[in-house]
């Protein structure tokens, strides 16, 4: 039958596509594919946030430097130059400072503290004075309160230093360029007495078991008395001022010259049989009271210009 033609082609049939061996795919699986160009710029520039196993172990630089023989040799030769300096350094050190005699004299305690402040303040009370040791060697401060130390002299420095500027901006003169002229000139007084008495004492042949710690520790005992001083001047203006000083005064040379008879005094019976100098008693007598009649000039010298 002919089918009448209203502007219709005919058409072939048309051959059937081949069966597909799965499920039709909706999206296109991209999660194994290397990002493109337009992905973050951050992970397209090989920043890789799992690592490389060369950056677990070092990577290959580190590996190099381990297996190099002259970076090997290199490293060994600066740890041994090291060790080298550091051992020179504490030589050097201990020709001038010894750590063991300097932690002796910080071998303190709370009860020494007191009792030592004590002897300062009211040294006319105290009755023994001598030193004791324990086979040849002096008991440290914490068990003998008769022996010299570091750390009275050296918090009392500090206090003075910080009482010094607190009298200063009181009078409204506060400045750091003259609280560290306060702080300087302190610190070279101790200097010069301490090497005034060296110097004498090799001068004038006189030999002591006084070590140069001994001699900075009985030098800087005269900051307690600087310190009552100061604080009287600065409650009770410069009536206590003055009481304060004639108090500390006195009382820091009782203390030095009882002191120091123990040190330099007792050893004239050796020098007398030939085993030690030549300088008579009276020279010793001298130095010990000049060294103790220095100490009120020091008090009046550090705190005359701070209380007013």
Not at 17 to 29: C, K, Q, S
Request: net charge neutral.
């Amino acid at each position: 039958m002919d089918l009448p033609h209203h502007g219709y082609r005919a058409t072939k049939p048309r051959a059937r596509a081949a069966p597909t061996t799965g499920d039709p795919v909706l999206f296109e699986d991209t999660s194994s594919a290397a990002p493109g160009p337009s992905s973050q710029g951050y992970y397209a520039s090989g920043y890789n946030m799992e690592g490389s196993p060369n950056d677990t172990q070092g990577g290959p630089g580190m590996n190099n430097l381990f297996t190099d023989p002259m970076a090997s040799a290199a490293m060994m030769y600066g740890s041994s130059l090291a060790n080298r300096g550091q051992e020179i350094v504490n030589k050097e050190i201990g020709r001038f400072m010894s750590v063991n005699k300097l932690k002796y004299f910080f071998a303190v305690d709370t009860r020494y503290v007191l009792k030592k402040l004590m002897i300062l303040m009211f040294p006319y009370t105290h009755q023994d004075w001598d030193v004791r040791y324990h086979r040849d060697t002096p008991l440290t401060p914490r068990q003998d309160v008769n022996a010299p130390d570091l750390y009275i002299p050296t918090m009392a420095f500090i206090t003075y230093i910080l009482l010094a500027g607190m009298a200063l901006g009181i009078q409204k003169r506060f400045s750091p360029e003259v609280l560290g002229l306060c702080a300087s000139t302190a610190l070279v007084w101790v200097i010069i007495e301490v090497l005034i008495m060296l110097l004498s004492l090799y001068l004038l042949t006189v030999h002591s078991d006084l070590s140069t710690f001994d001699l900075i520790a009985y030098s800087g005992y005269k900051y307690v008395g600087i310190i009552f001083t100061m604080v009287c001047g600065l409650l009770f203006g410069s009536d206590g001022y003055f009481v304060a000083l004639a108090w500390s005064s006195f009382a820091i040379m009782f203390f030095i010259v009882r002191s120091l008879k123990m040190k330099i005094l007792t050893s004239v019976s050796s020098d007398s049989m030939g085993m030690g100098s030549s300088a008579k008693p009276q020279i010793r007598i001298y130095i010990t009271v000049a060294t103790a009649v220095f100490q009120p000039i020091i008090i009046y010298w550090l705190t005359s210009h701070l209380v007013r």
